[in-house]
C-alpha cells in the first residue's frame, strides 16, 4: 500500500512539474491582451516585462548580496505570496485527487482543509527555514549551475534541494533548508489525522516536500532557457 501511495505522488511530482513547466506559455498567451495594436513597437517590451515577472518569482535568483531587508521580503514572499498560494491550491487539490489523508473524505470542505493546513505547513517551513537562514547565514535563494549539460544541470538542482549559498560563496548542507521541511513535517502530524503521526508517516510526508522542492529546482533551473532568457551569472559563487 506504502508502495502504492509512493507511485501516485511520483505521478503528481509529474503533473505539477508539467503544470509549472507551462505557466511561460500560459503567461506569454495572456500577455496579448495587453498590447496596443496601434502601437506595434511596444509589444515585445510588453511581452519581456510579463514573462520577466514570472521568471523574478520562479526562476533562478540574480547573484546579489542578500541583506536582511532582502531576506525578510522573500520571506513573506515565499509564506504568503502568489506562488504560494497557487502552488499550495493545486497540490491540496492532487491530495484530494488521492483522497490524501483518507479522514478527511472529499467535497468542498475537505478540500479547504486540505488547502489551510497545506498554507499552515508552507508557513510553518518557511518561518523555520528564515530563522535558521540568519543564525547561520544562509542564502537558500536557488541560484542557476552555471554548467553545461542536461545531466549535469539536473544533477546541480536536484541536489539544491539540500544545500544553500554561504557569504563566501560555498554551496553547503543547508542546516536551514533541511531543518524547514523536517520541522515543519514534525509540527503539521499535531494537528493531522492519525495517517500523519509517527516517524514513518512525518518522515514520508518530509520526502514528499523535499521531492517537490527539487522538482521545482529543475524548472528554475531550466526555466530562463524556456522564456529565452540568458542565465543569471553565477560565476562569483564558484
Known amino acids: 500500500m506504502r508502495e502504492t501511495n509512493r507511485l501516485s505522488w511520483a505521478r503528481s511530482l ?10 511561460p506559455v500560459a503567461f506569454s498567451q495572456a500577455s496579448d491582451t495587453f498590447i496596443n495594436p496601434s502601437s506595434p513597437t511596444t509589444q515585445p517590451v510588453e511581452k519581456m516585462d510579463l514573462i520577466d515577472k514570472v521568471l523574478d518569482m520562479v526562476g533562478p535568483a540574480e547573484h ?3 541583506t536582511q531587508k532582502d531576506r525578510f521580503q522573500l520571506y513573506l514572499l515565499s509564506a504568503g505570496g502568489p506562488v504560494p498560494l497557487i502552488g ?7 491530495s484530494q485527487w488521492h483522497n490524501r489523508p483518507p479522514e478527511w473524505g472529499q467535497g468542498w470542505g475537505a478540500f479547504g482543509k486540505r488547502y489551510g493546513s497545506n498554507l499552515a505547513y508552507n508557513g510553518i517551513r518557511q518561518t523555520l527555514t528564515y530563522g535558521a537562514s540568519i543564525v547561520t547565514h ?3 535563494r536557488y ?11 539536473t544533477g546541480y538542482a536536484l541536489l539544491s534541494t539540500f544545500t544553500a549559498r554561504h ?8 542546516v536551514s533548508n533541511v531543518g524547514g521541511v523536517v520541522g515543519a513535517s514534525a509540527i503539521a502530524s499535531i494537528w493531522g489525522p492519525q495517517s500523519w503521526k509517527g516517524f ?11 521531492g517537490t522542492t527539487a522538482a521545482l529546482n529543475v524548472i528554475r533551473e531550466f526555466l530562463p532557457d524556456l522564456l ?3 542565465r543569471p551569472d553565477n560565476s562569483s559563487g564558484h
Not at 167 to 174: E, I, K
Open 138 to 140: 544562509e542564502d537558500t
Open 14 to 23: 509529474t503533473v505539477v512539474f508539467l503544470a509549472i513547466g507551462s505557466l
Open 88 to 94: 499550495e491550491a493545486a497540490g491540496a487539490g492532487i
Open 228 to 230: 529565452h532568457r540568458p
Open 167 to 174: 557569504p563566501d560563496g560555498r554551496q553547503s548542507f543547508s
Open 200 to 210: 514513518n508517516n512525518i518522515a514520508e510526508n518530509a520526502g514528499i516536500s523535499f
Open 143 to 153: 541560484f542557476a549551475s552555471g554548467k553545461n549539460g542536461v545531466w549535469a544541470r
Open 64 to 66: 546579489t548580496q542578500l
